[in-house]
């Protein structure tokens, strides 16, 4: 019953922008912090950004500065807005939900959705 789905992944070239989106449902958004997470080819499930009930904020150091991370309560969604993307950037991106407070730990979060790919070519 609970859903996150992403949307919005692609090919782009290094220095390009792309936007994500998750719409979520099954649950009550509005008390849930979000996150979004990415897993690169052969790496471990990296922490990007984090917004918590109250719309605060928090970026991991690779991403800060390029990414901003949004949410629309009125329509369920979170947004991650990528900017100058980079190579390193490659990765499926995650939308994930947890109650409490922000964490950068993925075990902390309760649901996740499905993945989006992002490729980003030199």
């Known amino acids: 019953q609970v859903q996150l789905v992403e949307s919005g992944g692609g090919l782009v070239q290094a220095g390009d922008s792309l936007s994500l989106s998750c719409v979520a449902s099954?649950?009550?958004?509005?008390?849930?912090?979000m996150g979004w997470f990415r897993q690169g080819p052969g790496k471990e499930r990296e922490f990007v950004t984090t917004?918590?009930?109250?719309?605060?904020?928090y970026y991991g150091a690779s991403v800060r500065g390029r990414f901003t991370i949004s949410r629309d309560n009125a329509k369920n969604t979170v947004l991650l807005q990528m900017s100058s993307l980079k190579p390193e950037d490659t990765a499926v991106y995650y939308c994930?939900?947890?109650?409490?407070?922000?964490?950068?730990?993925?075990?902390?979060?309760?649901?996740w959705g499905q993945g989006t790919q992002v490729t980003v070519s030199s």
């Open positions: 994930a939900a947890k109650t409490g407070l922000m964490s950068v730990s993925s075990d902390m979060y309760e649901y």
């Open positions: 917004i918590s009930q109250t719309s605060g904020t």
């Open positions: 099954g649950f009550t958004f509005t008390k849930y912090t």
